[in-house]
């Protein structure tokens, strides 16, 4: 029986009684739903810049990290950088991997879906006629992105695209990416 | 006379000359402007993964780094994970930031436009109804994000806007956010 209790509450090491309670007191409080997440980003020279991610507001309330994580980028020689770190569009594939692993991981939690092991590949194509002006036709962004999830379960094999599928339909940032966002940009002389 | 002729070759810390030798370059020769970027995720339990970024394609060439650079992302606990990074949807707005401002400073140094400090602050705004799926007219993505950019550069103040346009015209991650980009996900047996 204690087993059974602990399968109940933890899957895919995620504290299902915690998700159900969320969901009660959201019910319960609607505007506690809002979440306004922020991040502070400095140039540091040529491709080279550094974001610091701490204070976030959800749950009704403004909450603080013990201290930020500070996010670098840069770009490859190629593209006239040093290679410091990862590239802004290669961050955006993290993002995007990210939030459809957590999001599927946590609706298979939530419907008692046990998840052994998750690996998953991101590609993206630009083309560079666009971000250089040389093609009016061609867009500066991403043309098309394609991912492989593999996915070890104890499932039949309808299941594991089911599974997926709980990423896919759940992702903010996938909704974010495929559906676009508005973007208001203001200017301000430092 | 070595001054001028170092002014004219580095702006920003960008190098000009190879910026129009690239461009020449994909003039006359328009595949090299095909790029390809790649990242390969793991699940690590919970909220927790972790990016491997190496490789893409660019310039005509497979191009690999050193070594890979690794991106890690968890949740923090109200939102069911152990804080020891920054969450997926805190990684997009550093993807557009660090995006726009390497956008901005690059097409900024092409034009001759020198900037001397970058600052910029991001912010978006996610109600969890969508995600838990407590509310269908809610989106489960970004209902919108907000910036500004704080640009310490020697120019009139109309400049000022017109150089943060320099980012937002050009930025790959912008023009993919705004619009949208296809992404699409296949599922396989680990």
Sequence with gaps: MATAKQLAKMVNGV???????TIDAIKAAPSIAK?????????????????????????????????????HADEPPVLLGDDSAANPIEYLLHSLA???????????AARGIEIEEVESSF?????????????PKVRKGYQGIR???????DVPDERLQEIVELGTGHSPVFDSLTKGVPVAVKAERL
Excluded: P
């Design 35 to 71: 979440f306004n997440f922020r991040i502070e980003n400095r140039w540091e020279g040529a491709g080279q810049n550094r974001s610091a991610v701490n204070t976030f507001h959800g749950a009704g309330q403004e909450i603080s990290r013990q201290k930020s994580f500070i996010l």
């Design 98 to 108: 990210a939030c459809l692993t957590t999001s599927m991981v946590y609706h298979a």
């Design 15 to 21: 504290n299902v009684d915690n998700l159900f309670t």
């Design 147 to 153: 991912a492989t999830f593999k996915v070890k379960a």
């Design 123 to 135: 590609e993206g194509d630009i083309d560079l006629h666009g971000f250089l002006d040389l093609d």
